[in-house]
């Protein structure tokens, strides 16, 4: 699908899909919906009155033209409410337009631009957002089954004057770079842990820093973990026949930078649980566990198009959780990067054990603020549901920025308290701590013991396990499996800093 923007005059243009929008409960047409309800001979009005279209946001009304103009259908868009319109309604209804489109087979779509005419909104977030909407809408995982592809080859965005063109021009790209970034993502998830095991993820982080002198990667072996004392990785991964790798992105602009920031992810590339093994039903979808490693990848495989001014450490230690005759056991001790201990009393709470060291080898980069991403608890799930994230921090400001980030990206996440008292819960008798709280609360357990890994350094503990994937379809742009969630969040505050 090529997106491009053109100026015409929307009623004009020849196509399959011609796409116009609708504020909710707002009759009264205007702008570009006016002028094709004018070449129409009033046909729109008449039937959007007919069948009481609302213009709720997502929902779309079809109307076949008959050659009364050169577009052989019409779509209204519902934009939703006038006063709620933001960047994310954009996707929405840029994401709707799209799979109506595909739903009847048509191969070009023209489109106005949501949002520029009657919301007053930047053309350029308007257009990024469209694309956003548009290319994820339009994501299919076809790695191991062929879809039937209906698929549009263009889509082309059309204004009646010059005037804003090459700011959407801007927005395009800048929208294809976060999709980009998100789809990338979303094809590490949604491959199995048979193919996507630690070495495939080496593997995948030195593809993207190939040919691209700004990025660098370092990947520490089995041996080279053993010198480190990552005991806390070899202790994880022993059970699996996968050996464990950590691996070190850097992203270091050729321009002179302030700061330096450390993403990093939880990448378990399979959690059966270990030797506590989970009951199949929760299993079965544990390919999902290096969700946190693939945003922090998908942020770095469009990071040199999107240029954020600051250096970026991206890191993340590749495991298979496994049970087996060499796994750890509950009851041991593992010793970490920083001399800490801690007493597995759960092998499936294998996640914060992993980031722990992960953690400590970021803190050793000196790096200005840590933002750690991880499918860590289903407590999380139970307590904030499938769609949102939580975010613990130990820095307000930082908090603050990562939670702007997430609304203008359309993710959404929720702060959850580091609860000080509940620090005696992950006191071990035997070790500096346990892996594994009380009964309640075990989000904040779980980020309680990673705050105690990061030196008191500005960072941000983002649990995904929830919104990382979508058991149905999400919204109009999120169809059923991984969502790359994170991702475009990551990339906003980089490019904020
Ligand atoms: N990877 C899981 C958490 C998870 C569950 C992520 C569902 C996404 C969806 C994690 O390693 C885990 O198993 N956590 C346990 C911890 C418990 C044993 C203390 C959990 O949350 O049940
Ligand atoms: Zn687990
Ligand atoms: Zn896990």
């Not at 041996?223 to 850097?250: R, W, Y």
């Not at 302030?258 to 009951?279: E, H, M, N, Q, R």
Request: aromatic share 6%.
């Amino acid at each position: 699908m090529e997106i491009s923007v053109k100026k015409a005059q929307i009623q004009e243009k020849k196509c399959d899909a011609l796409v116009v929008d609708l504020f909710y409960k707002e009759n009264q047409l205007s702008g570009a919906c006016a002028q094709v309800d004018k070449e129409l001979g009033g046909l729109l009005s008449k039937i959007i009155k007919e069948d009481h279209f609302k213009g709720k946001l997502g929902s779309v009304l079809s109307i076949r033209t008959n050659g009364l103009i050169p577009a052989k259908r019409v779509f209204v868009v519902g934009l939703g409410e006038r006063k709620e319109l933001n960047e994310e309604a954009m996707r929405c209804a840029s994401a709707s337009a799209l799979n109506s489109a595909k739903a009847v087979k048509a191969k070009s779509i023209v489109s106005v631009l949501h949002g520029l005419g009657i919301g007053k909104k930047d053309p350029k977030l308007c257009a990024k957002a469209m694309v956003e909407g548009a290319r994820l809408a339009d994501y299919t995982f076809g790695k191991y089954k062929k879809h039937e592809k209906n698929s549009i080859k263009t889509f082309e965005i059309v204004l009646s004057d010059a005037k804003s063109i090459r700011s959407i021009q801007a927005g395009i790209e800048l929208g294809e770079i976060y999709a980009k970034g998100t789809i990338f993502a979303r094809d590490l998830v949604n491959t199995p842990g048979l193919h996507m095991h630690p070495a495939e993820l080496v593997k995948v982080s030195r593809e993207i820093a190939k040919g691209n002198t700004e990025i660098s990667v370092r990947a520490y072996d089995k041996t080279q973990l053993k010198k480190m004392g990552a005991g806390g990785v070899l202790g994880v991964a022993h059970g699996s026949d996968h050996e464990p790798f950590l691996v070190h992105m850097i992203y270091k602009p050729k321009i002179k930078t302030k700061k330096k920031i450390a993403l990093v992810g939880k990448a378990i590339t399979f959690d059966s649980g270990g030797l506590s093994l989970k009951p199949n039903d929760f299993m079965v979808n544990m390919k999902i566990d290096m969700a946190g490693a693939a945003s922090v990848l998908g942020a770095f495989s469009v990071i040199k198009d999107l240029a954020p001014a600051v250096e970026v450490h991206g890191i993340f230690a590749a495991c298979e959780n496994m049970p087996s005759g060499k796994a750890v056991r509950p009851g041991d001790v593992l010793t970490l990067m920083n001399k800490k201990t801690i007493e597995i009393l759960n092998t499936d709470a294998e996640g914060r054990v992993v980031l722990a060291d992960s953690l400590v080898y970021a803190c050793k980069q000196k790096p200005d603020a840590i933002i750690d991403i991880a499918t860590l608890t289903g407590a999380c799930m139970v307590a904030l549901g499938e769609e949102v994230s939580g975010l613990m921090s130990n820095n307000k400001k930082l908090t603050k920025q990562i939670l702007d980030s997430a609304f203008k990206a359309g993710e959404k996440m929720w702060e959850l308290p580091l609860e000080k008292r509940y620090k005696a819960q992950i006191k071990s008798e035997v070790a500096d701590y346990k892996n594994m709280g009380d009964r309640y609360g075990g989000a904040l357990t779980a980020g309680l013991l990673l705050e105690e890994f990061v030196d008191k350094m500005p960072w941000v503990h983002l649990d995904i396990g929830g919104p990382a994937f979508a058991e149905k379809p999400l919204n109009q742009y999120t169809k059923r499996g991984a969502t790359g969630h994170g991702v475009r969040t990551l990339l906003e505050f980089l490019i904020s800093k």
